[in-house]
C-alpha cells in the first residue's frame, strides 16, 4: 500500500479518534454510540434483508462515527448519507451492509477498493477478509471544494 496513502489514513483515524461530541465525556459518547451502533444494526439491517452474520458481526464492531467529519457524528448512525467534504459522502450503514454482504467476503480474499471516501467500507471489509487494499483518486479541483 502507498505509504502516502497509509500516513493520511493514519492521520484521518488520530484525528476522528480525538474528537469527541463536545458536552459529553468520552464514557458517555462511547455509550451512546455503542447503543446507536447495536440499534442500527437491529433495525437498518436485520430490520431488511441483510442476514449475513459475518457482516452483522463486522458492522456492529466498526464505529461509523468515528469516520464522518466531527460535526455530523450525531447523525452517524442515522439511515442515510453523510457529507464528507471534497463532493464525497459516506454511504449510508445499509448501503455499506448490502454491498458487503452482496461481495460475500471470505476471510482468505484480498479486496481492492477503489475510492476509499472515508475509509468505513474498508474498515468493515477488514475484518471480514484477509486484505484490503484501498485507493482515494480525486483531482485537483476536487480537493480544492
Excluded: K, W
Excluded at 502516502?4 to 461530541?21: T, W, Y
Excluded at 454482504?101 to 468505513?120: C, F, I, M
Amino acid at each position: 500500500m502507498n505509504r502516502g496513502l497509509l500516513r493520511s489514513i493514519h492521520f484521518l483515524m488520530m484525528l476522528s479518534a480525538n474528537s469527541l461530541l463536545s458536552g459529553c465525556s468520552a464514557d458517555d459518547n462511547d455509550r451512546n454510540f455503542v447503543i446507536a451502533r447495536q440499534q442500527m444494526v437491529a433495525q437498518q439491517l436485520v430490520g431488511r434483508d441483510i442476514t449475513n452474520q459475518h457482516v452483522l458481526r463486522a458492522m456492529s464492531a466498526v464505529p461509523r462515527h468515528e469516520f464522518v467529519p466531527t460535526g455530523q457524528r450525531s447523525q452517524a448512525y442515522f439511515d442515510h448519507p453523510l457529507p464528507l467534504g471534497h463532493g464525497q459522502t459516506i454511504s449510508q450503514p445499509y448501503i455499506v451492509a448490502f454491498m458487503t454482504q452482496a461481495l460475500n467476503p471470505r476471510t482468505n480474499d484480498v479486496v481492492l477498493e477503489v475510492g476509499t471516501g472515508s475509509g468505513y467500507q474498508a474498515a468493515v471489509l477488514a475484518g471480514l477478509v484477509n486484505q484490503i487494499y484501498s485507493c482515494l483518486l480525486y483531482t485537483s479541483d476536487a480537493a480544492d471544494e
